[in-house]
């Protein structure tokens, strides 16, 4: 029944949830960004005085001769009529049930000749968000349009700037995203074949995905839509990667516990062992979940409207997977049972000395030495973030029709025609401007290196307020156009502004330049606090004050060992301006709060081993063993995941960092560097908690005096008192502690000190 219900709304929720979600999405940067910015209150004069909205849907159009001829007065004019036709050629759109409808009828404003008369320039708009499918389809629709008319009229075109960039990028990289999904799909298959030996093991935990997936975008996109929320652009894909990255490790974590049951029992009813494992693995996944919903809930406290809006839609489907992980999968388990590993045969036997029983002892037995080794490592990749810098390039952006027109107009006019920049001067106090009042303000601009083009003022109605359009000489989405315009653009802007009059610039640049601003703010605000909601939350699953902190100081080393490593390797050995300025951010979201799944997993496992009767060492070595493998193979699918987008040139920078940074928080610091702590704090680690302390079970056996090892001030920990104190017991269902054997291979009394009294 719970399978049942999963699937129904899954399929429901997914088939509106897509359509919903791009109904609810904003392209425009500039809208998320806090009024006090300089870009923002160009916006508001826009829209206030102009009634018009910049808008990142523009699309230049080049229209030369289509023999190579210059532009005449009479191929204006045949430029402008043809432009006036289509304008009036309205595009139909055939939207898909649930989706937005975006037939309209594409605006076009004839534009600049070139100076060398080679061509002449066009622009073309359309409403609606860039990243809708919809929208895309309209643009292709009204692209080939106007250039069977362009072309009837003998010239050819080209599509560049905005809504062009977007399409062709995407049909560019059509086949590359179908081969990286394909390649993630694949590699999660491969690995979990490998794994368990079986492809139900393999296809199971990415149908649930599918399932949670469906039901967290339509509660994200329902949630947005019934608030009046916008959301970025970038949610739902961000959702569709946190989702496949927990879903797996969880559903992961739950099938090796399961195969653990299983194996330990081998006549237990197969819906028991579910229930048992769900007990078991659920409150560190359930510790795991709010981790991730606490660090992405926090970005809700940010000025910048795309953080806030990201981090409350993530954190609703984080909780989403959590219901899911609770209910579906162990669902899934009780319903396949031992068929979930069919037909491998072998899993119904541990081996004895696996990998992770070798390392478990290993990291025991010398505990400083893996400790030093592991920080030696950490501080090597984190000294390549000294002098990190960071870009707004558009690094690894494939070469297009649109690239290739955008190159063409560089070459006669200034490079940011195709993306201008905009000055809007605004009177206080109900004052009047004219052009004479600007011309100082114009002439200074003129004369700003880097400056390729400054248009003549265009006054509003009723003279309050006046536009002038700025081309850099740079592309606008360069480093050297944001840094042109927050220095001598800004400041020649400030000196020049007439007087009782306010001006503001906007455009890509200065937009990202704001942006940068205040995501410099919202992190430094957003970290502490974030750091501090997760260790309350270790804390409360922990019941210590000192495992917290160290599992705290790992993530943090883990977090600067990622971003030196992505440094290194972009920005000193491939000699790129910086790392991306987005890169920080994603891996605060999936390295740190991803990252820290693996470390609760296994922290959990050492408090449940150290609540037994045996040394503390020999505790982390079980803990080792038994977790490792869990940890390392859903780390390896998602790092592997994360590493197909490598596939991609512009995704490169984004996929090799968080690949390294997840394969450094699953094989370094889950599986060595924490239990290396563990094993050098022993039960010191749960302090204030005495954590393996109890008294002796019924008649007798199990005097703190009753082991003859470092640990001989614990007593026996029994049934009642686990099951009461922290969650379901080690050995439910067997005989009690004292008849087992603390130390393998040994009879129990051979532990006792004679000269001690016991029972």
């Known amino acids: 029944m719970t399978i049942i219900v999963w699937a129904v709304f899954g399929l429901a929720l997914s088939a509106v949830g897509t359509p919903l979600m791009n109904s609810v999405t904003d392209s425009s940067t500039g809208d998320f960004l806090p009024k006090k910015y300089d870009s923002a209150a160009a916006l508001q004069i826009a829209e206030k005085k102009f009634d018009e909205k910049p808008d990142p849907n523009m699309v230049t159009v080049l229209v030369a001769r289509a023999d190579g001829a210059k532009i005449g007065p009479a191929d204006q004019r045949k430029i402008a009529d043809t432009s006036a036709a289509l304008a009036k050629k309205p595009i139909k759109a055939e939207p898909e049930q649930f989706a937005k409808d975006f037939s309209q009828t594409p605006r076009y404003t004839v534009g600049v000749v070139a100076p060398d008369g080679t061509f002449q320039l066009v622009s073309l708009s359309l409403s609606g968000n860039m990243n809708d499918v919809g929208l895309q389809d309209v643009y292709r629709d009204a692209r080939d349009l106007a250039k069977t008319d362009y072309e009837a009229a003998g010239f050819r075109v080209g599509f560049t700037g905005g809504l062009a960039n977007t399409v062709d990028n995407l049909d560019e990289e059509k086949d590359t995203e179908a081969l990286v999904a394909m390649l993630t799909m694949g590699l999660i298959v491969l690995l979990n074949v490998l794994v368990f030996r079986s492809v139900l093991a393999a296809l199971l935990p990415l149908l649930a995905v599918v399932m949670i997936s469906g039901v967290a975008t339509g509660a994200v996109a329902g949630s947005a839509k019934l608030l009046d929320i916008k959301l970025d652009p970038s949610v739902p894909s961000l959702i569709t990667v946190v989702l496949l990255g927990i879903g797996i490790d969880y559903f992961l974590f739950l099938m090796f516990r399961f195969r653990e049951e299983l194996r330990a029992n081998p006549d237990m009813d197969k819906r028991e062992a579910a229930a048992i494992t769900a007990g078991r693995v659920g409150n560190a996944i359930t510790c795991a979940a709010l981790t991730i919903v606490a660090a992405f809930a926090t970005l809700g406290i940010a000025s910048f409207g795309q953080f806030k809006v990201l981090g409350p839609a993530i954190a609703v489907s984080v909780l989403v997977a959590l219901l899911g992980s609770l209910t579906l999968m162990p669902a899934l388990l009780a319903v396949t049972g031992r068929g979930m590993f069919w037909p491998a045969r072998a899993w119904k036997k541990e081996r004895p000395a696996g990998f992770a029983a070798r390392l478990g002892e290993k990291v025991s037995a010398r505990p400083v030495r893996y400790l030093v080794g592991s920080l030696v490592l950490l501080g090597a990749l984190g000294a390549g973030a000294v002098g990190v810098k960071m870009s707004y390039d558009q690094e690894g952006q494939p070469t297009t029709n649109a690239t290739r027109t955008a190159d063409e107009i560089s070459r006669s006019l200034p490079a940011g025609v195709s993306d201008p920049h905009t000055v809007y001067v605004q009177t206080k106090a109900g004052g009047k401007l004219d052009e004479r009042s600007l011309t100082g303000l114009t002439g200074a601009l003129g004369k700003v290196e880097g400056v390729g083009q400054v248009a003549k003022p265009v006054l509003n109605p009723d003279g309050s307020a006046a536009r002038i359009d700025v081309f850099l000489a740079a592309k606008a989405d360069s480093s050297a156009a944001r840094d042109l315009i927050t220095g001598p653009v800004r400041g020649t802007i400030a000196k020049n502004t007439p007087n009782g009059a306010e001006a503001h610039i906007t455009g890509t640049a200065a937009i990202f330049a704001d942006v940068s601003s205040a995501v410099d703010k919202d992190l430094k605000l957003v970290f502490p606090v974030a750091a501090i909601l997760i260790a309350l939350i270790l804390f409360l699953l922990l019941r210590s004050l000192l495992a917290p902190l160290v599992l705290m100081l790992a993530v943090g080393l883990g977090f ?11 920005q000193h050995m491939l000699d790129r301006p910086g790392i991306s300025f987005t890169l920080p951010l994603v891996l605060f979201l999936f390295v740190v709060a991803l990252g820290t799944d693996y470390n609760i997993l296994m922290s959990d496992r050492l408090r449940e081993e150290m609540d037994k009767p045996i040394p503390a060492r020999k505790a982390v070595a079980k803990a080792v063993e038994h977790t490792a493998p869990a940890i390392a193979t859903a780390g390896l699918v998602l790092a592997g995941s994360f590493a ?10 984004i996929g ?7 394969l450094l928080s699953s094989m370094l610091l889950s599986i060595v560097l924490v239990p290396a702590i563990a094993a050098i704090l ?18 007798g056996t199990g005097a703190p005096e009753a082991y003859g090892h470092p640990d001989a001030d614990r007593t026996l920990v029994t049934e009642p008192q686990m099951a009461g104190g922290y969650g379901p017991a080690p050995y439910q269902g067997q005989e009690p502690y004292q008849a087992q054997q603390p130390y393998p291979g040994q009879p129990y009394q051979q532990h006792y000190r004679p000269d001690q009294p016991h029972g």
């Open 656 to 662: 090799f960092a968080t690949a390294v940074g997840i």
């Open 644 to 653: 197909s987008l490598a596939a991609s040139p512009a995704t490169a920078e």
């Open 682 to 699: 022993g039960r010191g680690l749960w302090w204030p908690r005495r954590g393996g302390k109890a008294k002796g079970h019924g008649g």
């Open 560 to 570: 600067v060992a990622t971003l030196g490593a992505g440094t290194l390797v972009f």
